[in-house]
C-alpha cells in the first residue's frame, strides 16, 4: 500500500497525468491512471514509470484502468489532469462514482473550471458531499517524450488553490500541502481563474507560429516562438486580463509578476523574463496545431475571460481579436464552444462587488 494507506488517482494519461501520478508513487502513496479509452491502456507494456528530471526514480504505478469507478474508489484526492475542455466529460464519467468526503482537484481549473464541473455533476444527480477546487497552474513544467518516461523539468515555485466553497477551503489546502508545500490558498476561484496564464502564453505563439507548427517544424516553443513582437502582443492581452479581473474586485498577478513568483523569472520586460526562464528552454513547440494550445486554451481561458470582460463592461479588443481569428483559421465557432454567458452568469459575481 502506498504513504499511510492514501490513495490518490490521477485522472488522465498525458503529460501532466504521467508525471503527477508517477512523482506520487516516488513519494510513498498508493496511485491509480485513469486514461480515458481501453486502448490507451493497452499501450502500456507495464505500470513501470521511469521519472527524469527534478526527481529520478523509477517507480510502479498500482493501477491503471479505462474504468473511472475502479479509478476513484477509495481515493481520497482525485486529481483531474485532463485538458481544460474535457471537464464536462471527466464531470460525467465521474459522477456515479463520487462519494462524500472526496477532495478533487483540477489542475488547473483554467477559467471558471470548477462551476463548469459542478454544474455537470449536479445534472448527472450527483449529491456527494466533495470538497472540489482547483489550482492557478499545473504544479509542474513536464512533457513525456515516451509513455511511463515522464520528464519534470521545475517544480513550480508557487501554486495557488481555491475551494468552490470556502468553507472547506482550508481543509482542502491542507490536504494538498502534505503533498506540495508550494501551495497557498487564493482568496476565490475568481483569483484562480483570472489567474490564467495559459490563456495569454500559448494560443496567441501558436496562431503567430502556424505555418511552422504545421509544417512540423522543431522548434521552442518558448525560446523561439515567441519573439519581441508576440511578447508585446501577449503583454496587451495581459493588461485586458487583469483589468477584466481588477472589475471583479480581484487583484491578480501580471504575467512578468507570475513568472517571477511560479519560475524566479528576472528580466525588463516579459520577452526578457521568458528567454531567462530555464523551465521553458528545451520545451518545444507543438507539431500538430490541433493542439491542446488552442483548444483548451481558447475554450476556457480566453472566452470566459471575455464574455466576463463585457458583462462588466471592460474592452478586451486583443482577446476577442483572437478568438475571432482563431475561429476564422480553424473553422470553428470558439466562442459558442467556449465557457460563456450561456454557461456562466458573469453577473453573479459583479453583484457581490
Known sequence: MGKNNKKIAVISSGNGGQSMVAYFKYLGYETALYAREAERVDMFPDNRFVISGEVEAEVDI???????GEVVKDAYL????????YHPIVARAMAPHLVSGQAVV????RTFGTLAFSKVLSECGNKAEIMLGETDTFAFTCRCPELRKPE???????????????AYADRLLDILREIFPMFSLAESILYTGFSNIGMIFHPMPILMNITRVEAKEDFKFYMQGISQLVAGLLEKMDVERVSVAKAYGVSVPTARQWLAEAYGSRGNSLFEQIQNTDAYKTVLAPTDIDT??????IITGCVPTSCAGKAAGVETEVLDTLIKWASILYGRDFRAEGRNETLIDFKQFLSKN
Do not use: C, W
Request: glycine share 2%; net charge negative.
Open 78 to 85: 482525485i486529481m483531474v489532469t485532463t485538458p481544460a475542455q
Open 152 to 166: 519534470i523539468y521545475k517544480i513550480k515555485d508557487s501554486v495557488r488553490l481555491a475551494a468552490h466553497d470556502n
Open 62 to 68: 498500482d493501477l491503471i484502468s479505462a474504468d473511472m
Open 292 to 297: 491542446r494550445y488552442i483548444f483548451e486554451d
Open 106 to 109: 483540477l489542475n488547473p481549473g
